[in-house]
């Protein structure tokens, strides 16, 4: 079964969505199978976000994925990579689509409420880098 890494952003955590977010995902029929709020280094940032070192938002962005806690989530179901980048909308939350979680929050690319892997590729790499393997879990869940 497809899992991804999902993660709320400290603005998320800040503005009191997590439950909120992680309801949609729970509504939908996807099971959370690793969940946790930890405070990201700036190392681990840096891993995280290494596609766009270099980019003129590069700094702004591991100093504000690295300001507050986030809420770090591999997330499990039917084609979820493609289906939790539907849910969260376009990266910039002006142009996500409404009733998309980015266009229901935000309105500001850098502050976008919500992480979420791009393709499966990145999903294995960035569970990789917040999760250790027994951190996450198995069992049945009723869709
Ligand atoms: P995210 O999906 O976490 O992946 C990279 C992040 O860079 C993206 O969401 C945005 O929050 C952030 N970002 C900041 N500025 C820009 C920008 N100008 N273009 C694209 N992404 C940006």
């Not at 969940?35 to 070192?53: D, F, N, V």
């Not at 690319?109 to 590729?121: A, F, K, M, P």
Request: glycine share 10%; aromatic share 8%; hydrophobic share 40%.
């Amino acid at each position: 079964m497809e899992r991804t890494y999902l993660m709320v952003k400290p603005d998320g955590v800040q503005r009191g969505l997590v439950g909120q977010i992680i309801s949609r995902f729970e509504q939908r029929g996807y099971k959370i199978v690793g969940l946790k709020m930890m405070q990201i280094s700036r190392e681990t940032a840096e891993k995280h976000y290494g596609e766009h070192a270099g980019k003129p938002f590069f700094n702004d962005l591991v100093n504000f994925i690295t300001s507050g806690p986030v809420v770090a989530m591999v997330v499990e179901g039917k084609d979820v990579v493609s289906t939790a980048r539907e849910m969260m909308g376009a990266t910039n939350p002006l142009k996500a689509a409404p009733g998309t979680i980015r266009a229901t929050y935000g309105v500001d690319v850098g502050r976008n409420i919500i992480h979420g892997s791009d393709s499966l590729e990145s999903a294995n790499r960035e569970i990789a880098i917040f999760f250790r393997p027994e951190e996450l879990v198995d069992y049945e869940r009723a869709i």
